[in-house]
């Protein structure tokens, strides 16, 4: 059984996330701690409770450094910056904190020090850690350090176009990677639901969607 989930950079905004819960089979979505290397924006941090409140489970999502300051001295500095944000939103330590690397192959050495030293800080702040990336990088990182928990993207289908729910439910070890907890499939969606039974559709963009083993891939 998988369940499904979705990511949005920008906050959707309390209502739209309450209808997005009530009429589609979304389980999870992903959470920005912020404000973060690559991601300035804070609109998620404060939404916890709220979208609790309406049934979400999480995916917490550090965006760290991508090309630059790929060190182990920084590494350390952005683990401990998550487990703070994470502590901030009000995660409980033991939370999973997924570090988001953007890059595609060959994954290199500064980028796998930057990685080992954000794992362990994250272990040592008290949370756990995870990892978002390529699934032809997966290997790399969990030689590197198998610790984390693996969200990792696959893309299958053309970004862009509206999707409708109900969502994929496919297991995330179709992503190639058999030890995936959740696969990212698709990106830069457009998605298109009926808040209430003859009312206009209401289309947000843009939305990745995942699915994960996990009702909650917050919860180690």
């Known amino acids: 059984m998988a369940f499904p989930g979705m990511d949005c950079s920008t906050y959707p905004g309390d209502a739209r996330m309450q209808e997005l819960k009530r ?22 941090m404060d939404r916890r409770a709220v979208l609790a409140a309406q049934g979400w489970g999480f995916a917490p999502t550090y965006l760290g450094h ?6 182990n001295a920084q590494g350390k500095v952005d683990g401990a910056d998550a487990a703070q944000l994470a502590h901030a939103a009000h995660f409980e330590p033991g939370t999973v904190v997924y570090l988001d690397v953007e890059q595609g192959p060959p994954l290199g050495d500064p980028m796998k020090t930057y990685y080992a030293s954000w794992v362990q800080s994250v272990v040592d702040a008290g949370y756990t850690p995870g ?3 390529s ?9 590197t350090d198998h610790r984390p928990k693996v969200w990792t993207w696959r893309l299958i289908l053309p970004e862009g176009d509206a999707v409708n729910p109900p969502y994929r439910t ?3 070890s ?24 003859g009312a206009p559709p209401i289309t947000m963009h843009p939305i990745d969607f ?11």
Request: aromatic share 14%.
């Open 66 to 71: 991508q090309q630059q300051h790929l060190t």
């Open 131 to 133: 990892i978002y990336c």
């Open 170 to 172: 496919d297991s995330p």
């Open 23 to 44: 009429q589609t089979n979304l389980a999870w979505t992903g959470f920005y701690l912020a404000p973060a290397p690559n991601h300035p924006d804070t609109d998620w």
């Open 174 to 197: 179709g992503s190639s990677y058999a030890g995936a907890r959740m696969w990212q499939y698709v990106q830069n969606m457009k998605t298109v639901f009926a808040p209430a039974a």
């Open 210 to 220: 995942s699915t994960s083993s996990v009702s909650d891939p917050s919860v180690p």
């Open 135 to 143: 699934f032809l990088n997966v290997a790399d990182f969990i030689a």
